[in-house]
């Protein structure tokens, strides 16, 4: 399968994230894709914590898995990629500053893609790791809110 080097599709793909994505009116995130790879930004918010005052392991996963997505789905330009399986690593607690995901592609075959991603915090610290397997869809992109501007 042919990598895509396309950075008009990479556009695209944060401007469906950044618009059509409405979870990401609570979590304001920030996304920058290239070619195998996604960086996701989240800036720590206390309504991210859990009761210990620490960041929830589900924002870990949310910033995790979309950078792995969308380093997945920047190879493929004709249809929505799903995760199908993800594991993840939290490695230590956050409190404050900007959570920063990087996502890397892995693995790509006919049918199944795999990516893994690191969590650092802004002082470069890794605080979460994780593997995602993702599947393409039969929906096409251009079918997606916010992919077409």
């Known amino acids: 399968e042919?990598?895509?080097a396309n950075p008009e599709h990479?556009?695209?793909?944060?401007?469906?994230?950044?618009?059509?994505?409405?979870?990401?009116d609570y979590f304001?995130?920030?996304l920058s894709v290239s070619e195998g790879e996604a960086e996701v930004r989240i800036e720590v918010?206390?309504?991210?914590?859990?009761?210990?005052?620490?960041v929830h392991g589900s924002v870990y996963f949310k910033a995790l898995d979309d950078a792995a997505f969308f380093a997945a789905n920047s190879v493929v330009e004709d249809v929505f990629v799903l995760?199908?399986?993800?594991?993840?690593?939290l490695l230590r607690p956050v409190t404050e500053g900007?959570?920063?995901a990087k996502g890397t592609l892995v693995s790509e075959?006919?049918?199944?893609?795999?990516?893994?991603?690191?969590?650092h915090d802004d002082k470069g610290r890794l605080v979460g790791r994780g593997t995602g397997s993702f599947m393409k869809s039969k929906m096409l992109l251009a079918d997606v809110a916010g992919y077409v501007e």
Do not use: C, Q, W
Request: net charge positive.
């Open 2 to 4: 042919a990598v895509s």
């Open 10 to 24: 990479f556009r695209r793909l944060e401007h469906m994230y950044l618009t059509a994505a409405t979870i990401n």
């Open 28 to 30: 304001r995130p920030g």
């Open 45 to 54: 918010d206390p309504k991210f914590f859990h009761a210990a005052g620490a």
């Open 83 to 89: 995760t199908t399986s993800f594991n993840i690593h």
């Open 98 to 100: 900007t959570l920063i």
């Open 109 to 119: 075959t006919k049918s199944l893609l795999i990516a893994d991603a690191e969590l």
